[in-house]
């Protein structure tokens, strides 16, 4: 069980059916719509798309993350029919301070616009004792990436 959970909606202006359309791209869609974040991401095992899948992310130095930064991921969830799209960290950076790093992102309509009205929730444990949560970063990172895919697939 996670000791460390953290919820978040991102208002988009994109329709729910444009993004889980283009999500289910991701390996393709997450470099292009965030050059400035996302050298690239590499399949090692599956087709890219279902549950099973193994990428490699691979993120270029930040503010917060002055060193470029590798991460292993799974998808575990990807539902056509309620939207949802869950992975879980299998190697990287983020593993040293936390445990056990689950995502899960629902798309649904949001019921102030006709655009997409995402859920994203991740939880996780602390490797440690001495590690401290910011959940204002990891939240203020999940909006920028999906911000970022917004503004990349209103322009297509």
């Avoid at 729910?16 to 399949?43: C, S, Y």
């Avoid at 993120?59 to 990807?78: W, Y």
């Avoid at 190697?91 to 689950?102: A, T």
């Avoid at 590690?131 to 999906?146: E, G, S, T």
Wanted: with cysteine.
């Amino acid at each position: 069980m996670a000791d460390c959970k953290f919820e978040t909606e991102i208002e988009l202006k994109t329709s729910p059916e444009k993004l889980w359309k283009n999500l289910k791209e991701f390996v393709t869609l997450f470099p292009k719509a965030m050059p400035d974040l996302i050298e690239g991401i590499d399949v090692i095992e599956g087709d890219g798309r279902s549950v099973g899948t193994v990428y490699v992310a691979t993120f270029k130095p930040t503010e917060v993350s002055p060193v470029a930064t590798i991460i292993k991921e799974r998808l575990e969830i990807v539902d056509d029919e309620k939207k949802i799209w869950g992975y879980r960290v299998l190697e990287g950076d983020i593993l040293e301070n936390y445990k056990n790093f689950k995502v899960v992102i629902y798309v649904g309509s949001s019921p102030k616009s006709d655009g997409a009205l995402i859920k994203y929730t991740a939880e996780f444990n602390k490797a440690n004792e001495k590690v401290v949560v910011d959940h204002d970063i990891l939240k203020a990172f999940a909006v920028q990436m999906y911000k970022n895919v917004d503004a990349y697939l209103r322009k297509l």
